[in-house]
């Protein structure tokens, strides 16, 4: 007799978590030592992808559902760019750039947006899934992983948890990295035009919000 209560598989969750708090250590204490460690990191997380026999089309670089994802998403992407737009005309703190600085910022922002929806999605949103099939689960835990990232930006940490949650559910929908990441780009580069450095304090995190915002930084990460 099973009694049905659901067993879950804790390698995954630990995995995770592990994976998170060796990219928090990145962000506070090597980011400035030795910046290029993050390869090491990633190369830590693609191994995990080898050894459990995950592919680029498993993890959602991949075509098959790409026509469906920007049928679903870009619209409202795009719907949110301009409201975003129009209420920095309105309160008049859009940026002034050159158009050449727009299209160079806008694919910036594209890229980095397909990465960090790999890190997100890819990998964690698919290990907590794993976490017992937990599927429910996974995309408010990896938006408070993603939002606790940013800390101690408030204005990212809203952001990414919100932005976090939806993307994640629409990853679990789709499964597609390039979508979301022309998605994240659009958003965040309008987000970046519209709102004030005394509001995103430069998009910065960690250390180096606090060394932007107070003009202090923490001397055990010296």
């Not at 004030?196 to 304090?201: G, K, M």
Request: glycine share 12%; with cysteine; charged share 10%.
């Amino acid at each position: 007799m099973g009694g049905g209560k659901q067993r879950h598989n804790w390698a995954p969750l630990l995995e995770a978590l592990g994976v998170f708090l060796l990219i928090m250590g990145y962000i506070w204490w090597l980011l400035l030592s030795h910046p290029w460690t993050w390869i090491a990191l990633l190369g830590l997380v693609l191994g995990t992808h080898a050894a459990r026999g995950e592919g680029p089309g498993h993890l959602g670089f991949g075509w098959r559902t790409l026509r469906a994802a920007f049928t679903a998403v870009f619209s409202t992407a795009l719907a949110l760019c301009l409201v975003l737009l129009g209420i920095g005309a309105l309160l008049g703190t859009l940026r002034q750039i050159t158009v050449r600085a727009a299209v160079v910022g806008m694919a910036s922002y594209i890229l980095w947006g397909l990465f960090q929806q790999y890190l997100l999605n890819g990998y964690f949103v698919n290990r907590l899934a794993q976490f017992g099939g937990a599927r429910s689960f996974a995309p408010a835990f990896a938006a408070v992983l993603l939002s606790l990232a940013h800390l101690p930006n408030w204005f990212l940490m809203a952001v990414t948890l919100a932005g976090g949650y939806v993307c994640a559910r629409i990853y679990l929908r789709y499964r597609n990295l390039y979508v979301l990441a022309i998605a994240h780009g659009m958003v965040a580069f309008c987000l970046y035009m519209m709102v004030p450095d005394s509001v995103s304090a430069h998009f910065l995190v960690g250390p180096r919000y606090l060394l932007d915002v107070y003009g202090l930084y923490p001397e055990l990460l010296l």
